[in-house]
């Protein structure tokens, strides 16, 4: 399988997983309180156990397999010494037996040799030989094969090398010049050939071989040195106790190349089982893991095979240029394990489902208050029943909060009382505005007849004044709402001060610098009055130059700073700081006009505090002696006239 598709399976199903989580969480947050409480109940017990049931069963399974590739480690290492111990004893006896110059002579001598000498030969020297096979009783067999025709052969130890039969592996160590060469073989307890019939087929050796030289070098005959399989390796050919079931080879290192100069034929693979029925694997996979998974001196690895676990520890055996392998079979140990891990799981099981019964009863019982509430609440909501009584158990939560909807059923209803009345008076102030209407329907007649009477009179100041009188006074008297557009409220400034014109001898300029983009924006109506005023009031000096105000807007993202400049004679750092002090004041019983400033000033912030929110109002700032500069904080809305001029239109009224 492909990286990108391995990527995508993976993609796949992380998806196919939220979307489960997605959906249960969904389901969930349809379910009622007490059930919500008990899934939360068993997640919080749940969870934390089968993380620590996990984490316990990991460091049980470790320590498992650490308590098996431990003991079976030892078994391996005690095998190996015994191989190595048998080796040495096989290359001891080898070497004795050959290093007798007696025997050395008489293997090579090319003449022949005399009758006294062959007498004296059996009388001194071979039995020399024959205690070195009876002082080792492992060791099966010493042989020694001779080409010298001259020697006489001498049974069981000396024979010449034409019995021997014709194999690869003999032409082999024949020419190892000295070196060991192992091999394994099964058959008759001697190589000789036509001996066959007397012995026992069925018997497993393993035979040193190593080549006997005359002086210069020359090939003079092979010295044989063998052992019973059983007695070189036990725990592979025996039969060891059955602790646990596993299986034990002895396999080349390389084994793919035969006879490829290595010092042990691979003609014959040595294995043996030390149960009834053997490891269910067959010899060529044992050849795949010894290839693929085996490096180095030693080591453990573990692997699968038929569904079922193995684990396969080996050792390097060095002069056989071999390795011993042991494949200890798992099922049992780890079935043992599995079953006391789901035995647990079952006991954590029914122990969370019913601490969840009793859990689920508990809860019935602490939440019948609040079912009654909620019912209590539906009946308000369904049927509108203001009047209800809710009963009050205990001194819990749920009874706080019964008593507070009881307490806010009772508000509504003294609201309601007042709603009632207030509606009455609203009644009753709108006829009073009716009558307001007529009077004021009066004065507009009133003044529209002096302005004709000045115009008549060629009095055309007079006129445009009684003009702007009216329209101040049809802008105040008319209070439809308490939101206008900008437009109307600089026109209502220019009327004002063109009133106050007459009176300073046109000595008030007033200069707008607006767009046409900033002329339908919502502001609180008679907002720039105020401010107006207080400029000709108390920043204009008559022993100074002509008065002017300057009316500018600018626009920050969402706000609209409207600026009110003049060029009076502004204020003190001193006066300015307890006048902003002032506006800071959310009592209008506390605020001290003639401490703080003018009460016209505070209005307006407070007005524009109310009807916009925090961080709008008013800020102040002061050149003394030059200008005095009233901004406008505003959010950026425009006023509905019949259709939304922005996205933001608003109709404040």
């Not at 080879?249 to 040595?270: H, Q, R």
Request: proline share 4%; glycine share 6%.
């Amino acid at each position: 399988m492909s990286g990108r598709v391995r990527s995508q399976m993976k993609s796949l199903l992380r998806r196919h997983i939220w979307q489960w989580l997605t959906d249960t969480a969904d389901q969930l947050g349809g379910c009622s309180l007490q059930v919500k409480l008990i899934v939360a109940y068993i997640g919080v017990i749940l969870i934390p156990v089968v993380v620590f049931s996990l984490y316990t069963f990991h460091q049980l399974y470790e320590n498992t397999m650490h308590d098996i590739t431990v003991q079976n480690q030892y078994v391996l290492d005690t095998e190996l010494a015994q191989i190595h111990s048998n080796m040495e004893i096989m290359e001891r006896t080898a070497q004795l037996a050959i290093s007798d110059r007696n025997v050395l002579h008489y293997l090579t001598e090319e003449r022949e040799i005399s009758s006294d000498e062959l007498v004296q030969f059996n009388l001194n020297v071979f039995p020399n030989l024959q205690h070195l096979l009876y002082s080792n009783p492992n060791i099966e067999n010493i042989r020694l094969y001779t080409n010298n025709p001259q020697a006489h052969e001498i049974w069981p130890m000396i024979f010449n090398e034409s019995r021997l039969p014709k194999t690869s592996w003999l032409t082999t160590a024949q020419h190892q010049q000295g070196r060991i060469w192992w091999d394994i073989y099964k058959g008759p307890k001697s190589l000789l050939q036509g001996q066959a019939g007397q012995e026992n087929e069925a018997v497993q050796y393993m035979a040193l071989l190593r080549e006997i030289q005359a002086s210069g070098g020359r090939h003079a005959g092979l010295v044989e040195t063998n052992m019973r399989l059983e007695l070189f390796s036990p725990r592979v050919f025996g039969t060891p106790p059955r602790d646990y079931a596993w299986q034990m080879f002895i396999l080349n290192a390389e084994d793919s190349i035969p006879n490829g100069g290595k010092l042990v034929s691979s003609a014959d693979i040595a294995t043996a089982s030390i149960q009834p029925d053997p490891i269910p694997i067959p010899l060529s996979h044992v050849h795949h893991l010894l290839q693929s998974r085996v490096q180095g001196q030693g080591g453990a690895f573990d692997f699968t095979y038929g569904n079922k676990p193995y684990l396969g520890l080996y050792r390097y055996i060095e002069g056989l240029d071999a390795y011993l392998l042991n494949i200890v079979a798992l099922d049992g140990p780890l079935s043992d394990l599995r079953h006391k891990r789901n035995a647990m799981l079952l006991i954590i099981c029914i122990l969370i489902l019913l601490m969840s019964v009793i859990s689920y009863t508990l809860h019935a019982l602490i939440l019948k208050q609040l079912h009654t509430l909620r019912e209590s609440m539906k009946r308000v909501q369904q049927e509108g029943d203001f009047q209800l009584t809710i009963p009050v158990y205990g001194r819990g939560e749920v009874a706080e909060l019964a008593l507070y909807f009881r307490s806010l059923l009772s508000r509504i209803n003294v609201l309601i009382a007042e709603a009632v009345q207030k509606q009455a008076a609203a009644q009753e102030a709108e006829l009073q505005g009716l009558k307001h209407q007529i009077d004021s329907h009066f004065l507009y007649n009133t003044l529209e007849n002096l302005k004709m009477m000045a115009e008549m009179e060629r009095q055309y100041p007079l006129s445009d004044a009684l003009t702007s009188l009216g329209s101040m006074m049809r802008y105040n008297l008319q209070w439809s709402r308490p939101c206008v557009a900008l437009r109307d409220e600089i026109r209502h400034i220019q009327h004002y001060v063109a009133i106050m014109n007459i009176r300073h001898d046109n000595q008030i300029g007033l200069d707008i610098r607006l767009s046409s983009m900033f002329m339908e924006l919502e502001m609180l109506k008679m907002s720039l009055q105020p401010i107006v005023e207080n400029a000709i009031k108390h920043g204009w000096s008559t022993l100074r130059r002509p008065f002017l105000i300057t009316i500018e807007a600018y626009s920050k993202q969402d706000i609209v700073e409207l600026r009110i400049q003049d060029n009076g004679v502004g204020i003190s750092e001193e006066r300015k700081n307890a006048i902003m002090a002032g506006l800071m004041h959310s009592d209008m019983d506390s605020y001290e006009p003639g401490m703080h400033g003018g009460i016209g000033l505070y209005n307006v912030h407070r007005r524009l505090s109310m009807q916009y929110g925090v961080g709008y109002g008013i800020k102040l700032d002061s050149i003394p002696g030059q200008s005095t500069t009233i901004t406008l904080i505003l959010p950026r809305r425009h006023i509905t006239r019949g259709e939304d001029h922005d996205d933001q239109a608003v109709d404040c009224g």
